[in-house]
C-alpha cells in the first residue's frame, strides 16, 4: 500500500521539481536579459549625452573671435606638428577650457586641408604620429557636410574608449576656415569597462 501510494507521490514531486526548475531557469535568464537591455540603454544614452554636451561646447567655442581665422597659419613648424606653444593664447586659452570642461583629452585645430595647427595640450602636439588628418573618415564627412562630424569610437593611445568629434568653421561664402575638434573620453563607457 506505502508503494503504491508514495511512487505516484515521489514522481509527481519529481515532475513537479523539474518543470519548476526549467521555469525559474527560463524566468532568470529573460530577467537577466532585460537588465542588461536596459543597462545598455542607460549606457547609450550617458554617452549620447557625454557627445551632445562635448559638441555644444565646441559651437560656442567655435562661435568666439578666436577662431575666426588661422592668425599664425605661415608659423606651422612640421617639426612640431604645428605653431609653437607661445602663439594664438587666445585659441589656447579656450582650447584649455574645452579639454577641461568638454571631457576631451586633446582638442585640435586644423587647417581646411586636415593639417595640423594647434593640438592642446602642446605636449601631445609634439608627439603626434599624423600630421594630417585629411584622410580619417570623420574629417572627409566634415569636409563634405560642412557640419559637426563624429568618429567611430576607438581606443586612444591612454587606452581610453573615445570619439573624435570634428567641427568644420566657415565664413560667410561657406568655404571652410578651420576644423575645430577634439578626442573626446567616453567616461560612462570607461567607468563600466
Given at each position: 500500500v506505502f508503494?503504491?501510494?508514495?511512487?505516484?507521490?515521489?514522481?509527481?514531486?519529481?515532475?513537479?521539481?523539474f518543470l519548476l526548475r526549467d521555469s525559474l531557469h527560463d524566468w532568470a535568464i529573460e530577467r537577466w536579459s532585460s537588465d542588461q537591455h536596459a543597462f545598455v540603454e542607460t549606457l547609450a544614452h550617458d554617452?549620447?549625452?557625454?557627445?551632445?554636451?562635448?559638441a555644444e561646447l565646441l559651437r560656442l567655442a567655435a562661435a568666439s573671435d578666436a577662431f575666426a581665422s588661422l592668425t599664425e597659419?605661415?608659423?606651422?613648424?612640421?617639426?612640431?606638428?604645428?605653431i609653437p606653444e607661445h602663439l594664438d593664447s587666445g585659441?589656447?586659452?579656450?582650447?584649455?577650457?574645452?579639454?577641461?570642461?568638454?571631457?576631451?583629452?586633446?582638442?585640435f585645430v586644423l587647417t581646411p586641408e586636415g593639417d595640423h595647427y594647434i593640438s592642446h595640450p602642446f605636449a601631445v602636439q609634439r608627439s603626434l604620429n599624423k600630421y594630417n588628418l585629411s584622410g580619417r573618415p570623420y574629417?572627409?564627412?566634415?569636409?563634405?557636410?560642412?557640419?559637426?562630424?563624429?568618429?567611430?569610437?576607438?581606443?586612444?593611445?591612454?587606452?581610453?574608449?573615445?570619439?573624435?568629434?570634428?567641427?568644420?568653421?566657415?565664413?560667410?561664402?561657406?568655404?571652410?576656415?578651420m576644423h575645430l575638434g577634439g578626442v573626446l573620453h567616453l567616461k560612462h563607457l570607461s567607468d563600466f569597462l
Open positions: 508503494m503504491i501510494v508514495a511512487l505516484p507521490t515521489i514522481l509527481s514531486l519529481g515532475l513537479l521539481a554617452i549620447d549625452s557625454d557627445i551632445k554636451h562635448a597659419l605661415e608659423q606651422i613648424d612640421l617639426s612640431i606638428n604645428g585659441k589656447r586659452r579656450v582650447m584649455e577650457h574645452l579639454r577641461t570642461r568638454g571631457g576631451f583629452s586633446v582638442v574629417f572627409q564627412r566634415a569636409t563634405a557636410t560642412r557640419k559637426l562630424s563624429i568618429s567611430d569610437s576607438f581606443t586612444g593611445a591612454d587606452g581610453v574608449p573615445a570619439v573624435a568629434i570634428d567641427l568644420p568653421i566657415v565664413d560667410a561664402q561657406g568655404e571652410i576656415v
